[in-house]
T-cell receptor, first 110, second 116 residues
Framework: DAKTTQPNSMESNEEEPVHLPCNHS???????IHWYRQLPSQGPEYVIH???SNVNNRMASLAIAEDRKSSTLILHRATLRDAAVYYC???????????FGTGTRLTIIP | EAQVTQNPRYLITVTGKKLTVTCSQN?????MSWYRQDPGLGLRQIYY???????DKGDVPEGYKVSRKEKRNFPLILESPSPNQTSLYFC???????????????FGSGTRLTVV
């Protein structure tokens, strides 16, 4: 399985944008890039996913590099409720398995 | 409300005493899976099920059993729990087994199990 690399932790100020990086240099052509987050004392929740083009939804934006070897999850205006562990995961369409790493722990500073 | 429900939320048990953690989803999802989460190791898949009566091992299946007799339920069974199975367990479901990650997973709130 192709792996992802994320920083262990990041800090950001409240009400500012947050850019969470993810490297996936061994990504294959059929791998989707998924982001999940896990709030304290909760199960992971889906954030966003994409294949090649940048994606936006109500929670976040996903910017995918042209060579697809890296991507960035963008939270446009961080709030204290965005403090969580963020997981970047590769998933192949038609393969149901998601392999979680240890993610990036995001701390929001008031 | 669409959700994955796990019970119990917390459980303390003794070594060797059989236990079952239940998982139920109300979204008519085909795919269901169990994960365990341990500090420094992230989430690791225990078992998964692509549909009724279809189950398969994940990355860490030793010491666990599962069954999928109905589409909505996917219980995790520990026949003889040991202290190394002390962990936080999550059940997850997805709409389609064939395109599981594409549709996104819904996770339960977790079961914290302590085996003494």
């Amino acid at each position: 399985d192709a792996k992802t690399t994320q920083p262990n932790s990041m800090e950001s100020n409240e009400e500012e944008p947050v850019h969470l990086p993810c490297n996936h240099s061994t990504i294959s052509g059929t791998d989707y890039i998924h982001w999940y987050r896990q709030l304290p004392s909760q199960g992971p929740e889906y954030v966003i996913h994409g294949l090649t083009s940048n994606v936006n939804n109500r929670m976040a934006s996903l910017a995918i590099a042209e060579d697809r070897k890296s991507s960035t999850l963008i939270l446009h205006r961080a709030t204290l409720r965005d403090a969580a562990v963020y997981y970047c995961i590769l998933g192949r369409f038609g393969n149901e398995k998601l392999t979680f790493g240890t993610g990036t722990r995001l701390t929001i500073i008031p | 409300e669409a959700q994955v429900t796990q019970n119990p939320r917390y459980l303390i048990t003794v070594t060797g005493k059989k236990l079952t953690v239940t998982c139920s989803q109300n979204m008519n999802h085909e795919y269901m899976s169990w994960y365990r989460q341990d500090p420094g190791l992230g989430l690791r898949q225990i078992y998964y099920s692509m549909n009724v009566e279809v189950t398969d091992k994940g990355d860490v299946p030793e010491g666990y059993k599962v069954s999928r007799k109905e589409k909505r339920n996917f219980p995790l069974i520990l026949e003889s729990p040991s202290p190394n199975q002390t962990s936080l367990y999550f059940c997850a479901s997805s709409l389609s087994a064939r395109g599981g990650p594409f549709y996104g997973y819904t996770f339960g709130s977790g079961t914290r199990l302590t085996v003494v």
